[in-house]
């Protein structure tokens, strides 16, 4: 083979491994969620997306407690705690 033919052959095969992970990712359903906590006498809220509800409702839980605690115990104290409010925006 010559080399235009390798060459045209592996931007075929990039193309094709393009289109596949495009549609592998349109395909994920993704669920989004904003959640407001408090923690000792501070307010945030954040909005996150995940492949389920849980991993969406735990991603925003952390990124919010991630602003109102400090250190490892009050962030993982804070998102023990009950949410002032969940919305689901999917």
């Known amino acids: 083979m010559t080399k235009g033919i390798w060459i045209a052959l ?6 094709a491994l393009i289109g596949v992970m495009t549609f592998l990712m349109m395909d ?3 669920h989004r969620v904003e959640v ?5 006498g501070r307010t945030n809220c954040s909005t996150a997306s995940g492949p389920t509800q849980d991993d ?5 839980t952390h990124a919010a407690c991630t602003l ?4 490892v115990t009050d962030s993982q ?7 002032l409010s969940v ?3 999917d």
């Open 10 to 15: 592996g931007v075929l095969v990039f193309v």
């Open 28 to 30: 994920e359903r993704q």
């Open 36 to 40: 407001c906590m408090a923690f000792n």
């Open 56 to 60: 969406a409702l735990r991603t925003a």
């Open 68 to 71: 109102i605690a400090s250190g």
């Open 77 to 83: 104290a804070c998102e023990r705690g009950q949410p």
């Open 87 to 89: 919305k689901w925006l």
